[in-house]
Nanobody
Framework: EMQLAESGGGLVQAGGSLRLSCAAS????????IGWIRQAPGKEREGVSC????????YYADSVKGRFTISRDNAKNTVYLQMNSLKPEDTAVYYC???????????????????WGQGTQVTVSS
């Protein structure tokens, strides 16, 4: 069964950092682009970042550029999202998702994925 499992969420003060992990199983991880998508209560889903399967090209939403860094460790079938300088507006459930072909830039990274995780809550207090 193809699965993604997020971890690393929690409560942090504004200005703090968190590192999210997305562990994959049941599919050829190396062949998939992996994205992070978040959704806050009452707001639309937002594509945060994505890393390609081949050369590891990274894409970011403007709202997180310079603060978040995505990376992947193919040996561990895991993608990470390092989140620094967190703001209260970063509060959301964060999902990781996998796309067999490429990062879905055409959807602003928030849709078009083949596999989704269950999500992890990130709460940033002011």
């Amino acid at each position: 069964e193809m699965q993604l499992a997020e971890s690393g969420g929690g409560l942090v003060q504004a200005g703090g950092s968190l590192r999210l992990s997305c562990a994959a199983s049941g599919f050829s991880f190396d062949d998939y682009a992996i994205g992070w998508i978040r959704q806050a209560p009452g707001k639309e889903r937002e594509g945060v970042s994505c890393i390609s399967s081949s050369i590891g090209s990274a894409y970011y939403a403007d709202s997180v550029k310079g603060r978040f860094t995505i990376s992947r460790d193919n040996a561990k079938n895991t993608v990470y999202l390092q989140m620094n300088s967190l703001k209260p507006e970063d509060t959301a459930v964060y999902y990781c998702a996998a796309d067999e072909l490429y990062c879905p830039i055409y959807t602003h990274l928030n849709d078009g994925y083949d596999i989704w995780g269950q999500g992890t809550q990130v709460t940033v207090s002011s």
